[in-house]
């Protein structure tokens, strides 16, 4: 975030290389899993009746370009409040333990599910559904090009956590990059259509409580099931876990 780029130049810049970076990371686990090695990850495909074709695809990548546009705003929105100081970033890192790294990290982690999960919810209202979120649903069997599927308004919602998050809480400059790569890895993993996960996970306590790809195909196929994006909390909790989940994750090959 050097003060010093234009402003327009710092955009573009970002948008070409979110562009590149995230059609290069879907289109090369889109051609292993959907296409070169679909034979050997067929025991690990969530959905056994395939849905996907050309349409669908095309459909995802149309979608996906506007969502890249609307994370470019967000982008200029911290960028602004950054240059105008009033955020709480900063890139000294002698300002931050490792400890408060890593503990800003996993607190911003829990505030994007919390804000995921009841947004999301929101969106699945039978009153506003139809007009944004149907768009991402369009898609029942999921594949990694489904991952940035959005609304404009949906992306925009979605992707807002973070203004009051960095406005509030102190950062790490990097630890924000972090944060956004973290989050794009899980939404690829949910929207893989295959589970790589191993049955064991959730036997083990801890790791149960986390997200999986099987988790949010489920969300797709039933509709008003999981609707978290990490963990399992707020599913749990508020009754709207899909009771197949464990059975659907444990009995695959």
């Known amino acids: 975030m050097d003060p010093r780029t234009p402003l327009w130049q710092a955009l573009l810049g970002q948008l070409i290389t979110q562009s590149i970076g995230y059609f290069a990371l879907v ?15 067929a025991a690990r495909r969530i959905q056994k009746t395939p849905r996907v074709d050309g349409a669908q695809v095309r459909r995802e990548v149309s979608n996906t370009v506007v969502t890249l546009v609307v994370s470019t705003i967000h982008i200029a929105a911290i960028l602004l409040m950054y240059r105008a100081g009033w955020t709480k970033l900063s890139s000294d890192r002698g300002a931050f333990s490792a400890a408060q790294i890593a503990l800003t990290f996993v607190g911003l982690v829990l505030f994007n599910d919390a ?61 924000l990059g972090a944060l956004q790569a973290f989050g794009l890895a899980n939404n690829v993993m949910s929207h893989l259509g295959y589970e790589l996960l191993p049955k064991w996970l959730v036997r083990v306590p801890g790791l149960r409580w986390t997200n999986t790809a099987t988790f949010h195909q489920l969300h797709h196929s039933q509709f008003d099931k999981n609707y978290a994006l990490h963990f399992r909390f707020w599913d749990r909790l508020m009754g709207t876990e899909s009771p197949d989940y464990e059975r659907v994750f444990s009995e695959r090959e």
């Open 27 to 41: 289109g090369v686990l889109y051609a292993v899993f959907w296409r070169w090695g679909a034979p050997w990850f």
């Open 115 to 175: 804000w995921f999960y009841w947004l999301h919810r929101l969106m699945h209202h039978k009153r506003l559904f139809r007009y944004v979120h149907a768009v991402h649903h369009k898609s029942v069997d999921v594949n990694p090009f489904t991952s940035y599927s959005f609304h404009a308004v949906e992306a925009l919602l979605l992707g807002a956590w973070i203004v009051p998050a960095v406005l509030i809480v102190p950062m790490y400059l990097p630890a």
